[in-house]
């Protein structure tokens, strides 16, 4: 036999290593704002200079143009979204025009917008960067005026300077608008488009120096939520504040005798000192991301070596279960014939793990990858069991099915002997009462020969 059977008879649940996990259990916000009404100034100073400093046609086609499109970008995001969801925000109702907002989101845009520029903690970022870009061109554009009013230089020179300064500034706003309209859409798919962002932004995703983690893997499993006050669009990032990087486990448990412990979470982390139960798992190219649990219970169960647990039936457990490739969990099986270069009948509880492939009946598992998860050694703990629940399965339904039909079936039968029997009795009984009555109608008739004579007498 090449494969490695483990037997998890006397063990409650199996613990199965896939890999890693980085766990959180707290969040941090980014927000990433956009103030359409910033572009304004530069719309009045585009038409300032199509009629007073740009003779050229062509230059002042291209700059009017590109003045059209912002205003038309502008009055696009502008729209008002029919959305129920909103709050009273500023003076104006804020709607969410994408994802979901839970209770710190409302708390969070709650604030002042004064609180939201001023404070400049861990937990939010506002997006400065971009808009000093765009001052940083409109203060060259006023020193080259300056310029040009104070020294002598040929006027095409002047225009061609000024409409190069005009067009810059132009083709990154429309860019930042394109960003913006854009991210707002893939937001109603829950999509985090990360052009948006800034990179001081980019740097506040990922500030543990200690895990290893991409900002692709973490946005990924970051909520969004849009929200839109007027000119003011709101494009909020909650990201998970990773803490710890240990080894994820699938948790399987074991039956005995039609009944397994209730699990409450089938996923944990195996860290350096403890076991911890986690949720909201997320698969990343790196590994899972996922939240801590907090499940006494379980964390009990699996930190000591006796826990109070409730169990529930089993029949909804299969009991041949392909964990992965190479790893197959015979889960309080009859007597079953497994196939690996010879056979071999096993029972009750066993994980087989294997590198090519195996033959359980007359099913074959084969590995395909390579990939082959490591299980952790049986876990011996006494449970003491608080309560049972009897789980509706379908499995369980058809069985109650047929132990019902089964039941039906043999009341049928008894029911039909007994009236057999009944009938019997009372048709003995209705002879019996016969045979009495003939006989005594026949002692109490007169004799024929008596009646003969005494009319011949007559």
Partial sequence: MTAKITDYNPAHFISINQGQVALYDEYKYIIHTTNLTEFDSVIDENFEAIQNELTDELYAGIIRQQTEEIVHHIKALQVTHRFARSIDFLGSALKFVAGTPDHGDFELLS???????????????????????????????????????????????????????????????????????????????????????????????TEEKNIKITIENLLSVSKLTVAQSLNMIYYIIKIPIVKNSCNFLKLYPVIHNNTVIKLSYHEAANCRNETIPICNCNVTTTGHICQTAVDSCLFNLLNKNSADYPSQSAYHIPKIQEISEGVILLNDVPPTLVHDNGPLTVKGTVLLTFSNQIQINET????????????????????????YKKELSLPLLNKLHIDNTNHIKTLNENLNQQNNFSWAIALAVVYFLFIIFAIVVLKTRPPKVQIEETIQDI
């Fill in 111 to 205: 604030t002042t917008q004064n609180f939201l520029v001023e404070n400049n903690n861990k937990q939010k970022s506002i997006n400065n960067e971009f808009q000093e870009k765009i001052n940083e061109i409109s203060n060259q554009i006023n020193v080259m005026r300056k310029y040009f009013e104070s020294n002598s230089v040929i006027s095409n020179e002047k225009e061609k300077t000024i409409f190069l300064l005009l067009q810059n500034r132009n083709n990154k706003i429309i860019e930042n608008l394109n960003t913006v309209t854009l991210s707002i859409i893939m937001a109603k798919n829950n999509i985090i488009n990360p052009l948006l962002l800034s990179n001081l932004e980019l740097n506040h995703v």
């Fill in 364 to 387: 074959t598992y084969q590995v395909i990858k390579k990939n082959i998860f490591n299980p952790e050694p049986p876990k011996l703990i006494s449970i003491n069991i608080t309560e």
